[in-house]
């Protein structure tokens, strides 16, 4: 018999220490990026990697927020679909927009190689619920759109 799901990974107390919450800099800064989730840490690092000097501050502790309530999902694509993109932002804007997107679980796992952060990880996909047979057809739609 499988061992019984303890208590949702949302609901746990985080374990991250938390990022200052006020400037530390003489001023000299280069950058402040607000927010310790995946972007604000993105961002950090690359600019840190560009060679400018940066200051992350967050509220809370590291990832606490929306990155670190996802579950650790990391699944490239954006709330709109690339047909959708492409009508209303244009061909050329609309398509970088879904090559961006489409680019971003790589980077997510180029990260954790490149910095040999400590992070268990299977990439295996992902799963599109559908509750009803209009639903069934629209995932059906968006992963035929997606994979083009």
């Not at 006020?22 to 990026?33: M, R």
């Not at 502790?61 to 709330?79: D, E, T």
């Not at 047909?83 to 061909?91: A, M, S, V, Y």
């Not at 952060?117 to 295996?124: D, E, I, K, M, Y």
Request: hydrophobic content about 45%; aromatic content about 6%.
């Amino acid at each position: 018999m499988p061992a019984a799901f303890s208590d949702p990974i949302w609901q746990k107390p985080p374990t991250a220490p938390a990022l200052q919450s006020e400037l530390s800099s003489d001023g000299t800064l280069d950058a402040v990026i607000v927010g310790g989730g995946i972007m604000g840490l993105s961002t950090a690092l690359h600019a840190a990697r560009a060679g400018l000097s940066v200051q992350v501050l967050d509220a809370g502790a590291i990832g606490q927020g929306a990155s670190g309530l996802n579950g650790g999902q990391v699944i490239p694509g954006l709330k709109y679909d690339p047909e959708w993109l492409i009508e209303h932002f244009g061909k050329e804007r609309g398509e970088a927009l879904v090559d961006f997107a489409a680019s971003t679980a790589d980077a997510v796992f180029d990260v954790i190689r490149d910095e040999k952060l400590a992070v268990p990880f299977t990439r295996n996909g992902w799963i599109q619920a559908a509750h009803t047979e209009t639903a069934l057809k629209a995932a059906a739609n968006r992963d035929r759109q997606w994979r083009a």
